[in-house]
């Protein structure tokens, strides 16, 4: 078992080392939004280093991937219908009668739609509210495959080459209460699934290969007081493998607290009990600590990634940010400073350290996507909206605040941004970007 995982390990080294290259491979790339190119663009607009604007059908929130000469997102086409009268204590009820879900591949020197990959249609899904879609997990890729992820609507590997599905899992079921978000990761062999909704909330790993379960934990949380429907024990968050004491281990975030399980077996080796719902922020170690989010109640905890067993003891909290933290999109951490934005803008730099806030500046406009770092500079994304334009502001990763451009597109940004080499890549919400240095 030992050698296995040290196989393990050593693989997801090598993929590491491989993606940083010339890839963003999943959600924030290798998992921490760093972009490893030293020329990223930083300046931009409708008029001014657009290399190409493609316009992506139906309503789809997942972030680009790219690798190689492709960029794949995933989309969906909703048929709706009028919706009857609401169940008391239940979501709307919803208008949505079918919904179509679609993977899209665009040439990345020219734009070009090259596939658009029809991959099922589902009768009556469950609800879905208007801020998110079907298609909000963002996808992962490798050589020769596309992971396609829906949650409980289904998960699906396509041939990057001809278009082609090769297996698909329809079958784990949950309640999102609200639709789906959290995205897949690969590590080695296995493709890793977080599924926590309002009825069921457990983690899967599949064989990428066939798409075979391989193994399935469920959850186990003792949750707090909340609505009997079950909504505050829905989460969306992104698993992560880091080496803890020398060993990968997967991270999974959700409603009430956060676990480390084995990756090969799904045996739950830890436990972080921070209260919270909604959490869909993805797990970053860095400076000897896990930085961990509590969702919607907004708090940001630095644990220390020493030791980890059982339930963690509050000795192992270096420090936490009670209250002001980033909710929906994830923080960010550049050498020993973490950066973050809330949802209505407010966007802040901490001694990763001490938690000690540097700076904390409002920036235009509500936001989603999570910051992404790239040669010194956080770039943060936000939603723009209805006569207004899609903003991108890019800021210097230093601890005073320096804002180096502010940047417009026309449309509303709710996809992360994704950076390969001189290339950055948006998706609005009608359209997918080219950004680079003419």
């Known amino acids: 078992m030992r050698t296995r995982l040290l196989l393990s390990a050593f693989a997801f080294f ?11 491979p999943g959600f924030r790339g290798t998992g921490d939004g760093h972009a490893p190119g030293k020329n990223a663009p930083t300046k931009w607009s409708e008029k001014e280093n657009v290399a190409w604007k493609t316009a992506i059908h139906g309503k789809g929130h997942s972030s680009p991937v790219v690798l190689g000469d492709q960029v794949w997102v995933t989309t969906s086409e909703e048929v709706m219908e009028t919706a009857p009268a609401p169940k008391k204590g239940g979501p709307p009820a919803n208008a949505v009668k079918e ?21 099922r249609t589902e009768q009556k899904p469950l609800y879905c509210h208007p801020f998110n879609t079907y298609a909000s997990p963002t996808p992962f890729i490798e050589t020769g495959r596309l992971y396609a992820h829906f949650s409980s609507h289904g998960t699906f590997c396509v041939d990057t080459v001809s278009g082609k599905v090769l297996w698909e899992r329809t079958d784990l079921k949950c309640d999102h209460f609200r639709g789906p978000g959290s995205s897949p990761a690969v590590y080695g062999d296995l493709l890793y699934l977080i599924l926590d909704g309002a009825d069921l909330q457990y983690v899967v790993a599949l064989d990428k290969s066939t798409g075979k379960t391989v193994w399935k934990t ?6 707090g007081p909340g609505p009997a429907d079950g909504d505050h024990k829905k989460g969306y968050a992104t698993p992560a493998l880091l080496t803890i004491d020398g060993k990968p281990q997967l991270v999974c975030p959700s409603a009430e607290c956060t676990m480390g399980y084995d ?3 799904g045996d739950e080796l830890w436990r972080f009990t921070h209260g919270g719902m909604n959490g869909s922020a993805r797990p970053i170690m860095s400076n000897g600590s896990l930085f961990l989010n509590s969702g919607h109640t907004g708090k940001l905890f630095a644990v220390k990634a020493e030791g980890l067993k059982g339930a963690v003891p509050k000795e192992a909290l270096v420090w936490q940010m009670p209250k002001g933290a980033s909710v929906r999109s994830s923080v960010l951490v550049a050498g020993d400073l973490v950066f973050m934005v809330t949802d209505n803008g407010i966007a802040s730099c901490l001694e990763a350290a001490t938690g000690k806030v540097l700076w904390s500046e409002r920036l ?9 770092f790239a040669n010194g500079n956080v770039y943060f994304c936000n939603q723009g909206g209805k006569n207004q334009d899609a903003k991108t502001f890019v800021v210097k990763a230093g601890k005073t605040y320096e804002l180096l451009a502010e940047n417009r597109l026309d449309g509303t940004f709710m996809a992360s941004p994704a950076i390969v080499g001189d290339e950055l890549f948006l998706r609005t919400k009608t359209h997918l970007y080219a950004i680079t240095k003419k």
């Open 14 to 24: 090598v993929a590491t080392l491989s993606f940083a290259t010339d890839s963003w």
């Open 99 to 119: 919904v179509t879900f679609y993977a899209v591949c665009a040439d990345r020197k020219t734009g070009k739609v090259l596939h658009d990959v029809k991959l």
């Open 218 to 223: 469920d959850r186990q949380i003792k949750y």
């Open 263 to 265: 990756p090969k077996t």
């Open 364 to 372: 235009d406009g509500e936001f989603s996507a999570s910051p992404v």
